[in-house]
């Protein structure tokens, strides 16, 4: 009798328990669907930082939201904004070729990665960038992009084909003016700031891009545009990565292979001095 009593408790206790297991296994309210909303939050929460400014805390939860989901495009393209605002230029531009490969190319996505290249030193990468999309990057972008990239007048001359579609407007003057200044072409570029501001206010900007042609460090000149601080950066980690890192670039490398003269004030002011039309114009 109390041996038949045991066994039908037992029996009653197993019954109980895979009716439990069958319920936890079967809920679509599971595991599964936490994980689901604490990504959709992170991603909320990422663009919430970002709008009110909080660099370090958009990253946080966009990285929490790309280890999540790996395979998430806009995710990565999230994570690349919030490394970029904040500075760290190498962790943008991995994020930014990663967006590239798991989501359909996009303006925006391709300059980013083309500027956050220049930031790190990767001339070359940022020209070919520049070129792989450059039906897709308006021209007022991509020429001042080349410029900055070591290839200036390159970028000179996409700017000069911009200046001649109808309804050029003042930033691509203004770009080209700058293009023109990373070339060494003073004069010219004085005479292309001046269509758009009076001449006191034309000449200091002439003297402010002759600081700005002669950068401390490779991030300097796209940090300075985009009035980002550069940041130490540790890296994106590497369990986020779709590809391996490339190898690291000497801040300093090439940085005088393009960098225009003259250096010092006094050269500039006389130049500016003579000013004349800009002798490309046709």
């Known amino acids: 009798m109390v041996r038949n009593t045991v066994r039908a408790g037992m029996a009653l206790m197993l019954a109980m328990a895979l009716t439990g297991c069958a319920i936890l296994h079967l809920d679509p309210g599971g595991r599964r669907g936490a994980l689901a909303s604490t990504r959709a939050e992170d991603v909320e929460a990422a663009k919430r930082a970002l709008r009110q400014r909080r660099w370090t805390v958009a990253i946080t939860h966009a990285e929490h939201a790309v280890a999540r989901d790996g395979a998430d495009g806009d995710a990565r393209a999230l994570l690349a904004t919030a490394y970029l605002r904040a500075g760290r230029f190498a962790s943008a531009a991995q994020a930014f070729a990663d967006t590239l490969a798991l989501r359909q190319a996009d303006a925006r996505t391709a300059l980013n990665l083309a500027l956050t290249q220049i930031a790190t030193g990767q001339d070359d990468a940022a020209v070919a960038t520049l070129t792989r999309y450059e039906g897709m990057i308006p021209a007022a972008d991509r020429g001042l992009a080349l410029a900055l990239a070591g290839a200036p007048q390159q970028g000179v001359e996409v700017l000069m084909a911009a ?69 130490v950066d540790p890296g994106q980690p590497a369990a986020l990565a779709l590809h391996a890192v490339p190898a690291s670039v000497a801040a300093d490398d090439g940085l005088d292979r393009y960098m225009p003269g003259p250096a010092d004030e006094a050269t500039v002011t006389a130049a500016l001095a003579g000013a004349g039309p800009p002798h490309r114009t046709r």
């Open 163 to 231: 200046m001649r579609v109808p309804g050029a407007d003042a930033r691509t003057r203004q770009n080209l003016a700058l293009a023109l200044a990373l070339s060494g072409e003073w004069p010219d570029a004085f005479f292309m700031v001046g269509l758009d501001l009076p001449p006191a206010a034309a000449r200091q900007r002439i003297l402010d891009w002759m600081r700005f042609a002669r950068p401390q460090g490779t991030a300097d000149q796209v940090a300075a545009l985009l009035k980002i601080a550069p940041a």
